[in-house]
Each structure stands twice: as C-alpha cells, then as structure tokens.
C-alpha cells in the first residue's frame, strides 16, 4: 500500500496542478485571440449538432459513419451545444485533461520511485512543450489520450488491492474508454488481468474480473452494437484502421503521415491515379476494403521492405521522422530534439536507478508499465506514426526522466557533502 499524502505532499500536488493551468492560459493570453486549429473532430460534432449523425466526408464524397476517434468528437459536440459552439471552452476541457494528467503522474512518480520523482515527473509534464502547444493551439485529442493512459496504468496498480469491485468497474470504465478513444493502449487489458490474478488470494477474484469486462462491454458495447447494425459486419470501433495501416504499408510510405521525400503531401496525394480513381464513387465499406487490400499486398510481396519500414516505424516513435518539424523554423526541432535527447538520457538513469533501489513491487510494476509502453510503439508501428502518437503516452515516460534527474541531483548532493 502507498502511504498517504502528507499535507506538504498534498501542497506540492496542488501547487503543481496549478502551475499546469497558468502556464496553459499565459500562453493562450500571448496568443491575442489566435484562432485556433481544428481536425476531423470539429466536423463530426457540428454534423452531431444538426442531427446528421455521427459522420463525415472524406475520400471523395464517401460518408464516413466511423472515423477518428469517436469519444473526443461526442465531447466537442456536448461542449459546443452547453457553449453555443465556443473553441474556449474545449481548450478550457484539454487544460482539465492535461491537470488530470500531471495529478495522475505525480502519484504513480511517488508510488513507483519516490515523493520527489512524483513532484519531478508532474513539473515535466505539466510544463511538457507538445502538450502546452496543443492545448493552447489545437481542439485535438491529445490531451485525453494522455490521460486515459495515464490513469489506464494507475487503475492498473489500482486492481492489485483485492476485494473492492468499485475499483474494478472504475478501471474497466477507464479502460474501455482508452481502447474507444485509441485502441493501440489495448495492453491495458491483459496487464489488468495480470494484477487481478496477482491479488486473487485476497478473494473475489472471478467477480471481480468479471466486472472489469462487464464495465469494458458497457463502454464499447453500445458502439459495436451500432456499428454492427449498420454495416451487418463487426467494426470494432472505426473503418479508417485500415486506410491507417495503408499510409504505413505501401511503395510511397515514409512511415510517418507524408510520402516518402515529400513533406506536406500525404501519401494519398501522392498515390498513383489509377489507385485513387478506385475509389471514386464507392463508399465507406468498400474504401476501407481497397485500403485493407492494398496495405496487406504490400506486405505480402514485399516482406523485407514492409520490415525494414516496421522497425523505421519503431524508431520514429521513440525519435523524430525525417519530415518532423517541416511547417517550423529548424531551430524549433533542433531545441526540442536536444530536450528529448535530454529526457532520454535522464530516462535511461532513472531505469538504471530504479532497478537498483526500488523494492521487489516497484520492480514489478516498473515492468508492467515499459511493457505498456512498449506495445504501444509496436501496435503503433503497425500503422503510420507521428509525433503526437509518442506524447500520448509520453508522460509515462516522463517517470524514468523525473528519476533520473531526482537520482542525478541526490548523487552531486552527496558529492558536495562529502568534498
């Protein structure tokens, strides 16, 4: 059992989670009413608010009834219809995702490392420059993706005290929304499972994994029941996975979202004519079956090039894509990759030290969440990758740079005294 928070703790905690909010609404004050970018999101909620449905264009004219990611673009529309459609008000909902997030980090930094790497770990985060960008720039999913994950690895822990089927149906809650809203953190189910067969001594063990499925099904059942009826064939949660996988799977893939050696032209645009006259007057469906036909082909006739761009794929998501940071001045991206290099460096400290000291459970769950991480690089990699997929579940990572830095700055303490 974690202890609990001393009231300096608790302090530290607020102090942090405030910190987050100012620094979000001094730089969207330097902004002077710079408006804001929106994606597919902001479509689909205003078709939700003039009762089209849930649905958009795309490919062509094709009506598109899944796409994205459905939780965030049912948010922007219940946000807009309270607001009378206000961009502020969602930033305003990001700022609360993201203080969640830095809240969330600082308890799992303290349970998995120490007060002080919690405290570290949720300054990281808070002040993170992906996440203040987005969530002073852009209506985008990010902020909620990070927080699902997140609190995905804290509900995880979470299961290992026996007994209690309240946190069952809060972690299978937590759970189905992450894998609605980005079905690559579908490690969290079997890493759920693993802590329910680990606390199973303590009672209850059949009961309360059935509740977590239970809740999982009451969060995704309702969507995949709609889908079934309208498409009389399962769709998990959208049909755009497979337009997904062929931008990573195909000649003129670069691995991120543009084709290979032309920044800005995505590799539709870039796809021969002939690819892109099939899919002229066709609908979602049979789009989604070109794109699935097409990806898999690919990787069947050409098994090394399709594995030498997975493992680029990989590598993409733990650095930088060659077309990183193409819209900006270079300076930017050369900052910013001396930071991440950075954090990097402390992250691999921090293992090192982690592994030294941490108790047997510390160990254990430290495992569990490099397992998460992970799988969502390899399940990602299977796709295309950007940028924002790794700052998704980057404050995870952030763990192991806020231990490092902490176990960097203990050993020059110690040097000091002793000189």
Known sequence: MTPALSSRERRALIGVVLLSVIVRVAVRLACHGQAVETFEHEDIAQHLLEGRGFGLESYGGAWYRTFGSPPFAYLCAAVYALTGHSHAAMLGVQWLFSAVTVAACYLLGRRLFSARAGLAAALLTACHPGFVFYDTQKINALSLDAMLAVLGIASVFALKVGRSLKTAVATGVVHGLALFERSTQVALAPLAALSLWQS????????????????????????????????????????????????????????????????????????????????????????????????????????????????????????????????????????????????????????????????????????????????????????????????????????????????????????????
Not at 236 to 246: E, G, I, K, N
Not at 304 to 312: D, F, G, N, Q, S
Not at 362 to 373: I, S, T
Not at 380 to 405: C, D, M
């Open 200 to 419: 199973r001594r303590a009672g209850g063990f059949v009961r309360r994994a059935a509740v977590y499925g239970i809740a999982i099904l009451a969060v995704m059942g309702p969507w995949i029941v709609r889908n079934l009826l309208l498409y009389h064939r399962p769709v998990l949660v959208t049909t755009t996975s497979a337009d997904v996988f062929w931008r990573g799977n195909n000649p003129l893939a670069s691995g991120g979202a543009y084709a290979n050696g032309r920044p800005g032209v995505s590799v539709f645009e870039a796809s021969p004519p002939e690819f892109q006259r099939q899919m002229v007057g066709k609908g979602e469906l049979a789009q989604s079956d070109i794109f699935r036909r097409e990806g898999m082909a690919y990787v069947r006739s050409h098994p090394r090039e399709a594995l030498k761009l997975y493992a680029l794929k990989l590598k993409i998501f733990w650095w930088f894509a060659p077309a990183t940071g193409f819209l900006y001045p270079p300076a930017y991206l050369t900052v910013y990759k001396v930071y991440y290099g950075f954090l990097l460096g402390l992250a691999a400290l921090g293992l090192w030290a982690a592994v030294q000291a941490s108790t047997a459970q510390q160990r254990q769950e430290q495992a569990m969440l490099a397992g998460f991480l992970l799988s969502v690089s390899l399940v990602q990699a299977a796709f295309y990758v950007e940028i924002r997929h790794r700052w998704g579940v980057e404050p995870l990572l952030l763990l192991w740079s806020a231990a490092g830095g902490v176990a960097l700055c203990e050993a020059a303490g110690r040097r000091l005294r002793t000189s």
